[in-house]
């Protein structure tokens, strides 16, 4: 019926409970809150804002430090892999350039110019060794002779020299001398006995990187198009052209290096040579190889030199071998390491230096070989990632277009880039 009334409904009807006006009365009033969050907004309020951002900034950096830490511990057990790929990395920048000149003008295979490369690198190498082999052969007899009249002369000095030391003195030091290495003598024969094992890991280490080396020159574009593929597809464009940039800060400081090296040789081999120090030419490529740790390797491998001028021809030509020394040091530092690596490397003299430090305590002889390279790799990329690009001439025409490591493609392909390997030059092909 329409026109009968409800039941409840009418002008003098008292008002039903209503379901609405139910759920109403039970939802809290605006404002109201949690009584957990009431008790925690003032708390969150209570802290000042530079604290706040000095915790936020805290735990990142405490965790960035732990998995740094993690990543130095897991190089470290590693260093028998690591070191010798680290080493290929770098004769690969070094050979791409020959490999490349073989491939264009002499019109060699891919596989053959690598090949080639490489065994023209150990020939050299093998070269030097053989000519530095000979040359100590033939200087041992000359140094035993000149050995004995300065150890007089030193002895001389000492007695009238500014110490005055009597020959009592000078008797009683090298008797401690002497009985300080037979005490050490266990030491010694323990240290020889592990020979064995380091001998053993050196072997294996420059087995693998000469392995690694010749597939670098070879399949290098290949193995960094699959590196690259493990990444996000949104991150490989990025990571891409930053390790275009850090390959050619490498290759920057590979040859500044080997040029610096060949400078400080040249200096010091000369200068041996002139005052007629023996074993002249071991010495030079002595400092050659220590000149590979900048400013450290040049003066550690030079007081051998100065050593040597003081056991062969006394005081005086020690004193000259010692400034030629050091005026080597000053050119390289002043004029050969800013002129040469300039723009490409660009690391203060201060991080270089502590670069040197934290990588011969992390890993001795070889940590400090490498040490300066991977820093300034590092600063490259993180530079290039923050916004600030060292090599805008290098543009981003290369970009990245490889697999992904399951073989489907990265990004939908309309050309194929060439990506930037030991043995690539960034040209792109349709």
């Known amino acids: 019926m329409s026109g009968s009334a409800r039941p409840g409904v009418g002008p003098g009807a008292p008002a039903p409970d209503h379901p609405v ?30 604290v706040q951002l000095a915790a936020a900034w805290a735990w990142r950096v405490l965790l960035i430090m732990a998995a740094t830490a993690v990543g130095v511990w897991a190089v470290s057990v590693l260093k028998t892999i690591v070191v010798p790929v680290a080493i290929a990395i770098l004769l690969a920048v070094l050979l791409a350039p020959v490999a490349r000149l073989l491939r264009e003008r002499v019109r060699l295979p891919r596989a053959l ?38 150890v007089e002369e030193v002895t001389l000095w000492l007695a009238e020299g500014p110490l005055h030391l009597s020959a ?21 024969v323990s240290g020889a006995l592990s020979v064995t094992t380091t001998l053993g890991h050196v072997a294996a280490g420059g087995l693998i990187a000469l392995f690694c080396t010749f597939f670098f020159l070879l399949d290098g574009g290949t193995i960094w198009r699959w590196c690259v593929g493990l990444l996000p597809v949104q991150a490989r464009a990025r990571a891409h052209q930053a390790a275009r940039r850090g390959l050619v800060t490498l290759g920057a400081y590979t040859r500044t290096q080997i040029l610096v090296a060949f400078v400080d040789a040249v200096g010091i081999g000369i200068g041996a040579a002139v005052l007629g120090v023996p074993l002249a030419l071991p ?15 040049a003066l550690v491998t030079g007081s051998i030199a100065v ?15 010692l400034v030629i020394v050091l005026a080597v040091q000053q050119i390289e530092g ?8 300039g723009h490409a490397v660009s690391l203060h003299p201060v991080a270089v230096l502590l670069a040197v430090a934290t990588g011969s305590f992390l890993a001795g002889v070889v940590g400090a070989l490498l040490a300066v390279p991977v820093v300034a790799v590092l600063n490259t990329v993180v530079l290039y990632l923050s916004g600030h690009d060292k090599f805008p001439t290098l543009g981003d025409e290369d970009a990245f277009h490889g697999s992904s490591p399951h073989g489907a493609p990265a990004e939908p392909p309309g050309t194929t880039a060439v ?12």
Not at 133 to 145: A, H, K, P, Q, T
Not at 283 to 297: A, Q, R
């Open 419 to 430: 990506a930037v390997g030991p043995e690539t030059t960034g040209e792109v092909r349709p």
């Open 21 to 50: 006006e139910e759920v109403t009365a039970r939802r809290p009033a605006p404002g109201a809150a949690d009584p957990e969050l009431r008790e925690a907004a003032p708390v969150a309020a209570s802290i000042p804002r530079p």
């Open 283 to 297: 010495l030079s490529i002595l400092v050659f190889i220590g000149s590979f740790v900048p400013f450290v390797g």
């Open 307 to 321: 050593l040597v001028a003081l056991v062969s021809q006394g005081p005086g030509a020690a004193v000259i071998m």
């Open 113 to 150: 110019a690598a090949g080639v490369s490489l065994i023209g690198l150990l020939a050299l190498v093998g070269g030097l060794l053989t000519i530095a082999g000979n040359s100590v052969v033939r200087g041992f007899s000359d140094l035993g002779d000149q050995a004995a009249q300065g």
């Open 334 to 341: 002043h004029v050969l390491q800013p002129l040469l690596m």
């Open 168 to 188: 009592e003195q000078i008797e009683s030091y090298i008797d401690q001398i002497g009985s300080s290495v037979s005490a050490n003598s266990g030491g010694v």
